[in-house]
Nanobody, 122 residues
Framework: QVQLVESGGGLVQAGGSLRLSCAAS????????MGWFRQAPGKRREFVAR????????YYGDSVKGRFTISRDNAKNTVYLQMNSLKLEDTAAYYC???????????????WGQGTQVTVSS
């Protein structure tokens, strides 16, 4: 089992920045690719970013490319999502998840956090 706990969400003005953290416990995080997903009210869950177990590969959804950066510190069992130039449409609950495969297929992610809310205001 892997337990994931997100933190760092909050209220920020458009154009601002936030850094989300996802702390893992239970198993060695480096064995898992990690992803960030988000879901706004009334919308489907959306892939945001993923990172390989070693941190050597990353991939981003089109809507966040160039603004968000995913990273990980396996020594701290933590994954981060740096969000810059935030837009109103970035408002959502953000979830981190762990997968044995490097993929953006949500069905391959076995472990999920409880989510952290990000609200971007004008």
């Amino acid at each position: 089992q892997v337990q994931l706990v997100e933190s760092g969400g909050g209220l920020v003005q458009a154009g601002g920045s936030l850094r989300l953290s996802c702390a893992a416990s239970g198993r060695t995080l480096s064995n898992y690719a990690m992803g960030w997903f988000r879901q706004a009210p009334g919308k489907r869950r959306e892939f945001v970013a993923r990172i390989s177990g070693s941190g050597g590969r990353t991939y981003y959804g089109d809507s966040v490319k160039g603004r968000f950066t995913i990273s990980r510190d396996n020594a701290k069992n933590t994954v981060y999502l740096q969000m810059n130039s935030l837009k109103l449409e970035d408002t959502a609950a953000y979830y981190c998840a762990a997968s044995p495969a490097y993929t953006d297929d949500t069905t391959r992610y076995n472990y999920w956090g409880q989510g952290t809310q990000v609200t971007v205001s004008s």
